[in-house]
């Protein structure tokens, strides 16, 4: 400690305020633990400013706007202008909205809020940097801390952010002109749903990808759904191409090198890159060592089931642990872990964590794909139901895509699902309450589904799997 430096105390320290940080800092509050939320930026972390609120306020904008450009077969005739500024100053108003709404939530709930940069100065010590001259610093002892500083985008060889032409989604997400044209390295989730937005405001995109696909980990008729629309709209893909570099070109623009497996070069000349390779926990710059602590080989803090590291008292969440790296991951063990701070019998169970992709058409999935429930030991019964033969789905005249269930072909309990198709981020929903509570595929067949609606896919799906689909051909 400095000399003069007087430590405060508090029961639980929370290191961060993103989904996971400020929603355990709450939780824990309500449970009458005395909570610090320490944030050295905006609270809301990357989800609320720079991650799935502004990218997803971005992509319903110009959803809006392409939806009435492209409904001449509707009958639809407009002539639609997009103002980028505005758009921009909306997103930004609704994310404003939200993270003012998380002030207010950690104040009323009797959360204390410090505003600085932290580091551990010991097992059960905190030092906090204000920032800005003359902010000083303080020190925070605890008894437990969470740590919750989330991730940063991974900067690749020769493509720093801060040189003008290079963006990462941070900076992709402020853009206030569109792009001309656009190089973007890494076709994972999030290269391809800015892609996808990016293409249908007339920016020419250019995805380059290592692997041999778009979307690791997702089953090829689902990514081909995706794939095919993305081209669709104009956007191309080089496979088994890894970025190596780029230079300023004449026209302002900026030329993008790759090479593939077999060391042979390509270029791709663009306006700007977009690196999108993924990204990395923010773990570097908290002086671990201090705490005990220590990365495993991704990176991460290895926890148990309470969400617990190696060191008693401190916690780890969110994309700081292992797991997704997603928002509703990280706040629901930031609720688990505070629930055991306060001597809850509380643990994390995986078995449902929803994903979704916000390209067009979405893609969702929850739970086990068929190959997985058959390496599990499971002799899975699979029904499907495609959006072409949804009437809601065609009378928006979007009916791209299939809803499929994995169910345990004895018992019928629900094991997995994969939608992709329209609002698949929303009917995934049913289904991971399926697999979270057990439930079969008869009790979705038998739940009496509002008609006409996508949703009804589900039951059809679930139909499907027993045999005896009504909408489509039980084969
Ligand atoms: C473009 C984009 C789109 C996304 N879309 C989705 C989506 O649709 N759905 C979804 O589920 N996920 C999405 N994600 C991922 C999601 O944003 C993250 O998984 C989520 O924010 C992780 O939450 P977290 O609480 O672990 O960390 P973060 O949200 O990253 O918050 C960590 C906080 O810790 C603070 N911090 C870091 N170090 C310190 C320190 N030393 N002292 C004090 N504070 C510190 C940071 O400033 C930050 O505010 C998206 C991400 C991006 C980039």
Same mark, same amino acid.
């Given at each position: ?7 405060? $105390? ?153 040189? @003008? ?21 890494? $076709? ?74 077999? $060391? ?19 773990? @570097? ?91 599990? $030991? ?19 005249? @979007? ?8 169910? @345990? ?67």
């Amino acid at each position: 400690m400095v000399v003069g430096d007087v430590a405060t $105390g508090t029961e639980l320290a929370v290191v961060g305020a993103g989904p996971g940080g400020y929603v355990a800092a709450i939780r824990a509050a309500q449970l009458g633990v005395d909570t610090t939320l320490i944030e050295k930026d905006e609270l809301g972390g990357t989800c609320l400013n720079v991650g799935c609120i502004p990218s997803k306020a971005l992509i319903h904008a110009t959803n809006v706007g392409y939806e009435a450009d492209t409904a001449e077969e509707m009958g639809i005739h407009a002539d639609v202008k997009v103002d980028m500024e505005q758009m921009v100053d909306w997103k930004d108003g609704v994310v404003d909205q939200l993270t003012s709404g998380v002030e207010k939530l950690c104040k009323a709930n009797g959360v204390n809020i410090v505003h600085g940069r932290a580091e551990f100065a010991g097992e059960n010590r905190l030092r906090v940097a204000h920032g800005g001259e003359g902010q000083g610093s303080e020190t925070i002892e605890f008894e437990q801390c969470v740590v919750a500083t989330g991730s940063r985008p991974i900067e690749i060889p020769g493509f720093a952010y801060d040189d @003008d032409p290079v963006l990462d989604s941070t900076q992709l997400l402020a853009l206030e002109q569109v792009p001309r044209s656009l190089v973007v390295v890494g $076709g994972g989730y999030i290269g391809m749903e800015l892609s996808t937005i990016l293409a249908k405001m007339g920016c020419d995109v250019t995805v380059v990808e290592m692997m041999d696909d778009i979307l690791p980990g997702y089953e090829e008729d689902v990514k081909r759904v995706v794939r095919k629309r993305a081209e669709e709209l104009g956007v191309d893909f080089y496979f088994g191409q890894a970025a190596k570099g780029w230079e300023r070109a004449d026209d302002a623009g900026i030329v993008v090198t790759t090479e593939n497996e077999d $060391g042979e070069e390509s270029t791709f000349d663009a306006e700007k890159a977009f690196v999108a390779v993924g990204r990395q926990p923010v773990l @570097d710059t908290l002086n671990l060592d201090a705490a005990g602590l220590e990365p495993n080989e991704q990176g991460r803090l290895e926890t148990d089931h309470t969400g617990e590291t190696n060191v008693d008292g401190i916690f780890a969440i969110g994309d700081v642990a292992p797991g997704p790296q997603l928002a509703h991951k990280a706040s629901k063990e930031g609720q688990v872990v505070a629930e055991v701070v306060a001597g809850e019998p509380a643990a994390m169970d995986y078995q449902a964590v929803p994903a979704a992709v916000f390209t067009d058409p979405e893609i969702a999935t929850v739970g086990l794909t068929q190959a997985e429930a058959e390496e599990e $030991g499971f002799t899975p019964a699979v029904g499907k139901f495609p959006f072409s033969a949804s009437g809601r789905a065609l009378t928006t005249n @979007d009916h791209e895509g299939f809803v499929r269930i994995v169910a @345990d072909g004895d018992s019928g309990f629900i094991l997995g699902a994969q939608i992709v198709g329209p609002e698949a981020s929303e009917l995934i929903a049913e289904l991971g309450l399926a697999v979270e509570m057990g439930a079969t595929l008869e009790d979705i067949a038998a739940t009496i589904h509002t008609h006409p609606t996508l949703s009804e896919g589900v039951m059809e799906a679930a139909e499907h799997a027993l045999g005896h689909a009504i909408h489509t051909l039980n084969r």
